[in-house]
Structure formats: C-alpha cells, structure tokens
C-alpha cells in the first residue's frame, strides 16, 4: 500500500533512465502481445468541396418585391366655436334641497372599571435581589479651552455697514379676520330611529346542561393481541445469501479489431468553396468640378455687429431718505388677533361609585368534584427468562481466519534488517536485505540485494 511521496522534478541528477519498480509492475499479470485498437477519429484536415455552389436561396427564389405607396396624408380642419350660450343647469341643482346638518353626539356606552379594593402590598423579585452599587464617577480627560476674549477693538467697517442705511419698521394692521368659531343658538335634538324605535325585553335564562356521570365497564380488560396469540419463540436457521459468486467473465479468444461501423463507413471528398473575386476600383475619367449651388450663388454681405437698445445710465446719487410708503401699506391695517382656546367637551358619562361585584356565572354554578384516577391496564415489563443456552455463533466468527498485519519496511527511516546502498536518481534509497542462506559447500550467510522505495 506504499506511495512513493517523490514527484517527477528529479532534484538529484537529469538521468534518462526511468525507474521501471512500481507496485503495479509487480503485481500485474502479464498477457500476449495484443495491440491498441485503431482510433476511428477522422483526422483534422481541411476537406476540399468540389462542387459549383448556387447562390440562390428561398428567400430570394420566393420573395417578390411590391411597389410602396406612401399613406396619404390627412389635413386637420379647423376648429370652429359654436354660436349661443351653454345650458349649465342639472337634474341635481333642480331637485336638491338643502337641509342644516349639525354634528351628532356619540352614544358610548357606561364605561366599567374592573378594580378591587384592596390593597397590593408586595415585594418584586427585583426589587428583593437588586442591590445598590455606589458607582463613583469617572473624571473626564477632556483638556480644556478656556477662550480668551481679544482686547483690541475691532475696526474694520464691511461694505454692509457703509451701504446700508438705517429706517425704522412700520408694522402692517392686519385685516385677516378673527378666526372663531359661530356657535348656534338652537338646542341640539338628539332623538334617533334607534332611541325611539328600541324596546328593551327581559332576557331568558341560560340552558344548563346536566353533565353525564362517568359508568366504568364491569368486563375485563382484553391486552392479548395478535403479535402475542401467534407469536412462539421457536428456534429458526440462519437465512443464507442469494449473492452470486464474484466470478471474472472473460474470454481467451483473440480480439478482432473490425467493426461494422469501418465496414460501410466511406469517405467522401468534399471541394472548395469558391471565392467571388471583388471587382478593382476604376477612378471616373475627367476632373471633378468642386463648385456647389452655395458656392455659386452665395454673396457676402459687410454687416456691423448690433449695438444693445438700453437706456442711459444717469449716475445720480440722492441724500433724501428713501420714502416706502404703498397704497397697500397704507390701505391695509394689522388687525389684532389671539388665538382660540381648545373647546372641550363635559364628560356626560358619569364614573362609578360603589363597590366591584366581581361574582360570575362560573363561581356561582361550579361545583367542585372529587378526582378519581384512572385505572393503568398496561402490561408489567417482565422479563421472561429461557432456560436454553445462547447461540451466539456468527458467520464472521466461523469464517474469520486472523492475519498478521505486516508493516511496510519504507515507513522506518532505517528498516531493521537492510543495509543502505545508495540514492538513485529519482530519489529512491535502495537497501540490502541479508537472508541466511545455507548449502553444503558453504555455511556462511549470502548477502541478497532488494529495492526498497522510500
């Protein structure tokens, strides 16, 4: 099972002779002279085609060309307004009558609170086994800035301050009007088809069924099933293996190399395409005239650049102040507005007084049974014990001969029992094994010399 860890890059010497002990060449079985069969690949090789090729195709045999016309074009009319006036009123303005719709109050329901009157007086689990730690805290390594105010004064005027010229703010009166709400003075008739219409009728009392009393079965219990009616413990024989033997299927006969396939196989020769040859270019005689109609019936004109149509500047400067009055400053006056307070409704809902009576229908009707537990009809696990000896005899134990592993002499750096020669090129150290052998003429051992890859 040895693998030889040397790659083929030879690092000793460039010796041609290859190492011809493998493992392979040792244990594969030699067989005659039998050659490689022949490749039925074709070869590589430009086949010539020598036939005229056609250049007609479907396309130009079947396709027949049609005069085009051009879609005529249609002109747009021109749209002319209709004389008279147009009729605006509808069905709806006619027959709509409008009626004064005030908000509707919302009907809630008593609101029902679900509270006790006792008193929770517990300890949370937190609040027991949390405990306090005095945490200390931590000064910061910040450097601090302390900013420095300059003491010169600053004496640089900016273009604003020189342009700029000081006036004062007119307020505008603002005419927006107060933003109020009209409140009506009719009272609210709050009178529905639901509040007039709805008859409150007692309700019935509630079906209770009776629950059924539980009646046991007064037969035994019945825990023979099939497995155990047909089931006898009764001593069987080992099944045997319907494997077929591992038999190599082969034949002595000598290999034919010819198939049907080289039989009728022929080939054929296939010729050139031709090649259409383009046609040379041939210059039109004469020269040519490079006049054109714009060169011919252009004529230049000497024209001015246009000078800009704006008013003259007059650089007049006034020391008057600016005067801002507007009709609209002065027609449109701020009015003074506050902002509305929120209008809240009064809770017509009163809240509950009195105490929680928290009995239900379940607490009043529940009548508290003793529980009596269900008798278990499952099978005590008993272990039946069989006076008979145990067989346990197994194929492998019959069959199984025990082997010596034996350890490959090419894992020890230096294997007992060989000596070290010499490195061949490959890199493969060869060592010599010494095996006594003894004869009649001579006693002394005789040294036997073995390749062993490393």
Known sequence: RHRCPHKPTRIYDNGQQPCLTTEYVEKYPKYSNISPPRSLKPKQEYQVHRGKMEGIT??????????????P?????EHKPKTGEIELGTTYQKDY???????????????RKHTTGGKLDTIPTYRDDYRSWEVQRRETSKVEHMYHPPTAKFGNATTSQ?????RELNPRQSFKPPCVAKLSDVPFN?????????????????FIRSKEEYKPSNQPFEDLTTHRNDFKGLPGQLAKSCKPENAKVGSNVHFNGVTEFQDRFQPWLVSLREVRKTKEYLPPPGNMDFNS???????KHDISPAVPIRPVSNGRRTNAPFQGNTTT?????AWGSCRQEIIKKQQEIPKPTGKFYDLTTFRSHYIPHQIIPAQSFKPARAIVLNSAPFQGETMYRIEYTPKKQEICPANY???PGYVYVNTDSHGHKLFRQLTPEFSESNINPIPKEVAVVS
């Open 162 to 166: 020189d342009d700029f010229v000081h």
């Open 190 to 206: 709050g009178t529905t088809s639901h509040r007039t219409s709805y008859i409150a009728h007692q309700l019935e009392p509630k």
């Open 97 to 111: 009558n409008a009626h004064k719709i005030q908000p509707v109050t919302l009907v809630r329901p008593l609101e």
């Open 293 to 299: 109609t714009s060169h011919l019936d252009y004529i």
């Open 413 to 415: 750096p230096s294997p």
């Open 73 to 77: 074009f249609r002109i747009q009319e």
């Open 58 to 71: 479907t396309f130009k045999s079947d396709y027949l060309p049609y005069d085009i016309v051009k879609r």
């Open 329 to 333: 400053k002065e027609d449109f006056k």
